[in-house]
């Protein structure tokens, strides 16, 4: 019986912990005995099978490896709706979303966060060497969790070599997009104006909408900036309640390509938007990005950079299921005010 058929027919409780553990026994057989910086590695796999903004948060890996291998050829895998943001990197050789299309061997894989099938492929198409998220997941839970971008860096330490390792994500900002940008600023007679993302997948991240339209009247009225509302078209309720509520006019940005968005948000004055993927995407793109935090943890996955910073009030129900609320007459994102958001805009804008 395949190693796959087992898994179906007696399903762990926990799938995921089940694959990071998989993947930890698997590395070690590889690996044993491997100095992995005398290896020659002329071409890397990297999984990173993940959601929009953990996979920004994964953006200074492939740089990292690129300068330690600047003649190895790097592959990506991702989710479909993610490709476009790792096509953008140019330490990037080739992206897939199907396991069926990796080659039919690598020198180095490094499993950020794969799949069942990724870690089997790895067993039965062994690498020179491999590192694996599991492996250091299982040495933070002893010595203290970390910043996603801290454990990414941490999976791929092992197989740097010489490198400075400080590198931030950076998403940049093709020409073609950047003409997209400009013609939409200029279509839109935007001059100075900031973006607001009111949507997260699960209701209790999302900042009242309420609050979102005095934001924008504030920003509208005292700095003079327009606004831009982002979303995706199942947020378009959002964003017309936001807009019916301001009394000032705003502007609709709504399932725009990733790198759309992200040339834009190179552009914008302020962006500020809840705990999800146009946030990081923000950041990367070099916005000054104000992130509001609810029932997530900001000390894991919270925007980095000189630009960026976020806002939350830290319960003692943090971190919770994100579903079920103890305090639904006041959450933890209600507590949020406009002035704070004010207060730290004027921080990461300085």
Not at 136 to 147: A, F, I, P, Q, S
Not at 148 to 154: A, D, S, T
Not at 284 to 308: K, M
Request: charged share 25%.
């Amino acid at each position: 019986m395949k190693l796959t058929e087992l898994y179906e027919k007696y399903r762990p409780k926990n799938p995921e912990q089940f694959v990071y553990l998989l993947s930890l026994v698997i590395s070690r057989l590889i690996n044993r005995s491997k100095a992995p910086r005398t290896l020659s590695i002329g071409s890397i796999l990297v999984s990173k099978h993940d959601e929009i903004g953990d996979v920004v948060l994964s953006l200074h890996v492939f740089e990292l490896l690129k300068r330690s291998y600047p003649q190895a050829n790097i592959t990506a895998f991702c989710k479909s709706y993610t490709r476009d943001i790792l096509m953008a990197s140019p330490h990037i050789d080739r992206v897939v979303t199907a396991e069926r299309e990796f080659a039919p061997r690598y020198d180095l894989i490094v499993e950020l966060r794969g799949t069942l099938q990724s870690a089997i492929y790895a067993l039965t198409h062994p690498p020179l060497y491999r590192v694996d998220r599991g492996t250091v997941r299982l040495r933070n839970r002893r010595e203290g969790h970390r910043h996603e971008i801290e454990v990414n860096r941490q999976i791929v330490e092992p197989v740097l070599r010489d490198v400075d390792t400080t590198a931030l994500p950076v998403i940049p900002v093709a020409e073609q997009h950047s003409r997209w940008a400009e013609k939409y600023i200029a279509a839109h007679a935007l001059g100075n104006f900031a973006m607001l993302h009111p949507a997260a997948r699960k209701p209790l991240k999302r900042w009242p909408a309420e609050y979102y339209a005095v934001l924008a009247e504030r920003l509208y009225r005292e700095k003079g900036w327009n606004v831009v509302l982002v979303g995706m078209d199942e947020d378009m309720d959002t964003l017309l309640h936001i807009a019916d509520a301001a009394s000032v006019p705003l502007h609709l940005l709504v399932d725009e390509p990733l790198l759309h968005f992200a040339a834009l948000a190179a552009r914008t004055q302020l962006f500020v938007g809840n705990d999800s993927g146009p946030m990081h995407i923000a950041a990367a793109a070099g916005a000054s990005v104000v992130g509001l935090f609810g029932p997530g943890s900001p000390e894991l996955f919270s925007p980095l950079g000189r630009r960026a910073t976020y806002i939350h009030h830290k319960l003692a129900c943090n971190p919770c299921d994100q579903v079920h609320c103890v305090h639904p007459e006041n959450t933890c994102m209600q507590r949020i005010t406009v002035e704070e958001v004010l207060g730290n805009m004027d921080k990461v804008r300085k």
